[in-house]
């Protein structure tokens, strides 16, 4: 939130929403806490949508959707005013979905920072779209697009936890084509179970083209994602239902009963909505269909089809299940619903069982992308799935599914513009499954926030040498971590180890520094203080007698000022309080919300005792500094050197913040002085 919007919350009207009396246990007045940023024991629904916004979870269709509905009743008055919710009325309306509100709140979600990612997926988006190459489909002639049509791009994502974005043509049709080829096995899965459906389709990639006329050497397509395979499919979906209908009045026999069932799954895959279906494009498919008809006999003379197999009937059910029509925002969904085994992250209903995503997933990792498969396993390294009218729908287990639809196609059938996006994903963020063998990619991994991202970075090789842990900081040293990073306040982990007397630290780092010229003995600290400066100014001579005779050289000393206790800093999680320290310096107010919402005391401290407070005085974080007085910031709390977040804006001539702090001082003093 910025100065403004600060200021604008003090002049605003608001209307109070009055609820029925309803208990709030300590667990939701805290999350309640983190959304009142003027700790008056009310918060905004303004503030509740934002919220939601930045999380990807603010859309009408979502999970919250209706409780925005129940909260945001028309105003009386003519003009729209704010609403002001007590806590009572926010949770009467938001109970039904209060653990992932928590997990909204406390930036639990899986990807927390979702505003920051979907931004970057958007420019990845802009430099993919200039892509022209390719030609449409033409074998199929109702794919043979022309422009504008051909040009189209669209690109959806949904996580596991429902957070959605949509860029560029994301809400236009086009027909499944081969991405129904999973869908296909998976109800073929759920129908008859694994051991009945491999004995009819293999598990192996072919090595041929995707229409080749060849069985595997036990006379079987080679796997499900071929059109073989996803013609054996078909054959076996809805094979149960053909046993009830005699006993059906339903005027439209099985062979209807089966199509509705197979479109029913993709509505619940997609999360409720339903598909469409294209009459044009299925009588192409129909009327160019010579090389499937020719598989099915082949697979016929193979005997591979299950008993009673009409190949007339089968092949026309599978040309229906390709003609069926979605857009990318759907499948997004349904790429997601794979990612979070088969539960739909939309609606929560379980679609599919999780064994079923599995064996799925499994085989789009080898054999989803036509010929290109093997390359797209090595370059991206996730499951997916693509379909001649240009679509790509990409799973990454347990974070999110993807589709990218762009018609025109590369020599092997696949999206010229998917293809591509999903190499530039895979290049800037850590998706590619093998990315994480060490701990040390260098890619964003956007599952963490930025405030953790930097406290695992820096603060905990600073943490492991204030404690004289030297095995972790070996460990750390082999995951990417390093010896020079430093900081908020610049402060490394040779000041710590000087500071606190760890020989054995100091002795570690001397080593580093005489092999690797980038690890300085002298680095300088926010107030110009070097390791040397530390380790005297906490009586270890013997430790600043190592570091001059090793060539460091003493920097300023912060004179005047006495070793301090504690100082009112509450102790904490040593990581949590470098991530609160680390929003406080960089005036992250979302973080620090999402931080309080997890119980982590404002008044926490780290290594040197400085406090959210500190960094935020520093740095000139005027926002920060007037949230964490108003939410009860400790404004006399004192670091390693006793200074004050007071004597900090000083220093660095924040003025209005030494007001801000003069003044929660003043109501300090007279509330101790009340008690």
Not at 266 to 295: C, H, K, M, Q
Not at 369 to 395: N, Q, R, T
Request: charged share 25%; glycine share 8%; hydrophobic share 40%.
């Amino acid at each position: 939130m910025t100065a403004v919007e600060t200021t604008q919350r003090s002049t605003r009207k608001s209307r109070r929403r009055p609820g029925k009396p309803s208990a709030v246990d300590a667990r939701e007045r805290r999350l309640f806490k983190s959304l009142d940023l003027d700790n008056d024991g009310l918060v905004h629904l303004s503030d509740v949508e934002a919220v939601l916004k930045e999380a990807g979870l603010a859309g009408p269709e979502g999970k919250f959707g209706e409780s925005l509905v129940e909260l945001n009743e028309p105003a009386a008055e003519p003009e729209p005013q704010d609403i002001s919710l007590s806590p009572e009325t926010f949770f009467q309306a938001t109970r039904r979905h209060i653990l992932l509100l928590e997990r909204v709140l406390q930036g639990r979600l899986v990807v927390p920072d979702f505003a920051e990612f979907s931004n970057r997926i958007g420019d990845l988006f802009d430099e993919v779209k200039e892509n022209r190459d390719g030609e449409t489909a033409d074998y199929i002639p109702q794919l043979d697009l022309a422009e504008p049509e051909a040009d189209r791009f669209g690109l959806a994502l949904c996580t596991i936890d429902g957070q959605q974005a949509a860029y560029g043509d994301s809400e236009t049709f086009f027909t499944v084509q081969s991405t129904c080829k999973p869908v296909q096995y998976c109800l073929a899965l759920e129908e008859h179970g694994a051991e009945v459906v491999h004995r009819h389709v293999g598990h192996e990639p072919s090595g041929a083209s995707f229409n080749e006329l060849a069985l595997s050497k036990t006379n079987l397509p080679h796997n499900p994602l071929i059109n073989a395979g996803a013609i054996m499919c078909s054959s076996l979906v809805g094979l149960t239902m053909r046993g009830a209908a005699a006993e059906s009045p339903d005027p439209r026999g099985w062979k209807g009963r089966r199509f509705d069932y197979v479109v029913d799954r993709w509505t619940a895959l997609a999360g409720g909505e339903r598909p469409r279906f294209s009459t044009p494009v299925y009588l192409s498919e129909r009327e160019t269909a010579d090389r499937n008809y020719a598989l099915a006999y082949f697979m016929r003379e193979s005997g591979a089809f299950p008993e009673g197999a009409d190949l007339e009937d089968v092949l026309e059910f599978y040309f229906q299940c390709c003609s069926v029509e979605l857009n990318a925002e759907m499948m997004s969904v349904v790429a997601a619903t794979l990612a979070n085994g088969g539960i739909c992250p939309l609606t929560g209903e379980r679609v599919l069982a999780t064994e079923t995503v599995q064996r799925c997933l499994s085989l789009m990792s080898t054999c989803g992308m036509y010929d290109y498969s093997g390359e797209f396993a090595f370059h991206v390294g996730l499951p997916a799935k693509s379909g001649v009218s240009g679509a790509i729908m990409v799973v990454i287990p347990n974070v999110m599914g993807f589709c990218t639809y762009s018609p025109r196609l590369d020599a092997l059938g696949n999206s010229v513009r998917g293809i591509e996006f999903c190499r530039r994903l895979v290049a800037a963020f850590n998706f590619h499954q093998f990315d994480n063998l060490t701990g040390a990619s260098a890619k964003a991994d956007p599952r963490i926030s930025r405030a953790e991202q930097q406290a695992r970075r820096v603060n905990e090789m600073i943490w492991a040498a204030s404690k004289g842990d030297l095995g972790a900081i070996q460990e750390l040293l082999l995951t990417g971590s390093s010896l020079v990073s430093a900081d908020y306040d610049l402060r490394t982990p040779l000041h710590l180890a000087a500071a606190e007397g760890r020989s054995e630290v100091v002795r570690f780092i001397i080593a580093h520094a005489s092999q690797d010229a980038t690890v300085s003995l002298s680095p300088r600290d926010r107030w110009g203080g070097t390791p040397i400066n530390d380790a005297r100014a906490n009586g270890h001579a013997d430790i600043a007698t190592m570091l001059k005779e090793a060539g460091a050289k003493a920097g300023r000393n912060r004179a005047g000022l006495a070793p301090a206790e504690t100082g009112g800093a509450e102790a904490g999680e040593a990581g949590k309080a470098a991530e609160l320290i680390w929003a406080a310096s960089t005036g992250d107010l979302t973080e620090i919300r999402r931080l309080i919402a997890q119980g982590v005391p404002l008044n926490t401290a780290d290594y040197d005792r400085r406090t959210p407070l500190h960094l935020a005085a520093a740095e000139g974080q005027a926002d920060v500094v007037a949230y964490l007085l108003r939410h009860g910031a400790d404004a006399d709390c004192r670091d390693r050197w006793s200074t004050t977040p007071l004597d900090e804006a000083r220093r660095n001539g924040h003025d209005g913040i030494a007001a801000l702090l003069e003044s929660g001082r003043e109501e300090d003093a007279a509330q101790k002085a009340a008690a």
